[in-house]
């Protein structure tokens, strides 16, 4: 696949999962990140709560869209901010991929092998 054809299949997998309503598209989140992004803080913030990321976000890749929506009305935005980071950092790491015509070979039945190399994105490691 072109890294644009697995770019536009990531922006419609984080808009269902992640951008819904009280989830990491919420203002408080979004305020959140700006606020660590111009503090200088996100890098510190991004290492000191790593396992803690991981952590929330296995749990709101494996469950249903309702009890994601319910995870994400309890979970406070500088939680859902570093989700957002995760997010930000693929996504960034996509549009590389676009700008540079990158072929990404992804094995396995497609919709199963993207949702797993999208899963290995936001957790950040390597594929």
Same mark, same amino acid.
């Given at each position: 696949m072109t890294?644009? @054809?697995?770019? @536009?299949?990531w922006l419609k997998y984080i808009e269902d999962t992640f951008l819904v309503e009280n989830g990491c598209d919420r203002p408080d989140v979004g305020e959140k990140f700006k606020f660590l992004e111009e503090s200088g803080e996100l890098g510190l913030a991004r =290492?000191? &709560? $790593?396992i803690t990321t991981d952590m929330l976000l296995a749990e709101i890749l494996s469950g249903?869209? @309702?009890? $994601?929506s319910k995870m994400f009305s309890i979970t406070g935005p500088g939680? +859902?901010?570093l989700v957002r980071d995760r997010i930000q950092c693929?996504?960034? +790491? +996509?549009?590389?991929?676009?700008q540079k015509g990158v072929q990404i070979?992804?094995?396995? =039945? =497609?919709e199963h092998a +993207? =949702? &797993? %190399? %999208? $899963?290995?994105?936001? %957790?950040? $490691?390597p594929v």
């Open positions: 890294a644009k @054809e697995i770019s @536009e299949a =290492e000191r &709560d $790593r249903s869209p @309702e009890s $994601r939680s +859902l901010a693929g996504t960034q +790491l +996509l549009v590389g991929f676009v070979n992804i094995e396995g =039945e =497609e +993207l =949702e &797993d %190399f %999208f $899963r290995q994105m936001l %957790f950040q $490691r």
